[in-house]
């Protein structure tokens, strides 16, 4: 945990014991403050052992976790890591986490209708069933005329869905830690 007393953010967790990511503290890597409106809160200065085993325990069971969702790449590209489930507006709203973060929508997203235009010259995404337009490309990928991305110049952005996911072994080796009792008569439940 981090002991930089700047920009400090203080929560008012009720039910979490402040080791989750809902907290804002235990997200930045801070211990909860005094300026924090905590209750029952786990995330102090004297269990910092227990704390930073358990976020330990977090990042091997969960590695992206404590990451943004969007992760910047070269240059202006970046993608949003989960991608947007937008039904009806187009992706057009600040509903959509895309449009939010104002980049393009991607293969990772399940949007319908998609007309955000972030990063695709104005095209959007098309139709569910076309996975990346007229070309096939996923959403806006750069096409060198002879079908290779990037042969114009653009570079491509190709991300390996297999490193992203978490083995069936390593989830399965964390699952039984983190049924185990804290204190005896005290559990913390995950939903991460």
């Known amino acids: 945990m981090d002991e930089d007393k700047e920009q400090r953010p203080s929560c008012n967790c009720k039910k979490t014991t402040c080791l989750k990511r809902y907290c804002q503290c235990f997200q930045g890597q801070f211990f ?13 200065e004297h269990r910092r ?10 990042l091997k069971t969960k590695p992206g976790a404590s990451q943004s969702k969007d992760s910047a790449l070269t240059g202006e590209q970046r993608v949003h890591g989960k991608g947007c489930t937008c039904n009806k507006s187009g992706c057009k709203k600040n509903y959509c986490e895309c449009f ?11 949007c319908q ?3 955000n235009s972030y990063g695709t010259g104005g095209k ?25 991305p990037g042969a114009s110049g653009e570079s491509a952005v190709v991300i390996d869905e297999e490193l992203l996911r978490p083995t069936e072994a390593g989830v399965a080796e964390n699952v039984a830690a983190i049924d185990d009792p804290l204190d005896p008569g005290t559990r913390i439940h995950d939903n991460w």
């Open 124 to 148: 959007g995404l098309q139709e569910k069933g076309d996975p990346g337009g007229p070309s096939g490309k996923p959403n806006g990928a750069p096409d060198g005329g002879d079908g290779s």
């Open 32 to 44: 909860c403050s005094h300026a924090c409106k905590c209750k029952g809160c786990w995330n102090s």
């Open 49 to 58: 052992t227990f704390v930073e085993e358990h976020a330990e325990l977090r």
């Open 113 to 115: 209708g998609c007309e």
């Open 100 to 110: 939010k973060k104002q980049v393009a929508c991607t293969t990772r997203c399940k």
